[in-house]
């Protein structure tokens, strides 16, 4: 066998019998719609695999120690005596860094009265 041919590599008239069978089986109409399928897959491969980086909602429960974003607000709030029922999630996060800024000024007030 020549050096020059690698066993098993596809030539023009292989690719051209290839090409020619998918015609056959699939149809002159249905190439563009294969086309088009193969073409949104990719670009939802490449979205999950861009997504894929950052962290899920599973992964985020646990570092809460396994209670969902809306418990740990809910449970902080009642920590803090802060009324949650009426409120959007955002409002009662804001109720809750209010109630912070309060507890740190009172603590201040309190250590400055103590020196």
């Known amino acids: 066998m020549p050096p020059e041919y ?9 690719i051209l019998i290839i090409v020619g069978l998918f015609f056959l ?10 086309a088009r399928a193969f073409g ?5 491969f490449h979205q999950g695999l861009k997504d894929g980086g950052d962290v899920n909602k599973a992964e985020g429960d646990l ?4 209670r969902t974003e809306t418990q740990a607000l809910i449970e ?4 803090k ?16 860094a209010a109630a912070d800024v309060d507890a740190t000024d009172s603590t201040e ?3 400055s009265t103590d020196s």
Do not use: H, N, Y
Request: no cysteine.
């Open 63 to 66: 570092d809460r120690g396994g």
């Open 25 to 34: 089986l699939f149809g002159i109409e249905r190439v563009p719609k294969l």
């Open 81 to 96: 005596g802060v009324e949650t029922v009426g409120k959007s999630r955002e409002q009662v996060a804001d109720d809750i």
């Open 6 to 14: 690698a066993p098993m590599a596809l030539g023009q008239t292989e």
């Open 76 to 79: 902080d709030a009642e920590a």
């Open 40 to 44: 949104q897959a990719k670009a939802e």
């Open 109 to 111: 007030a309190t250590d």
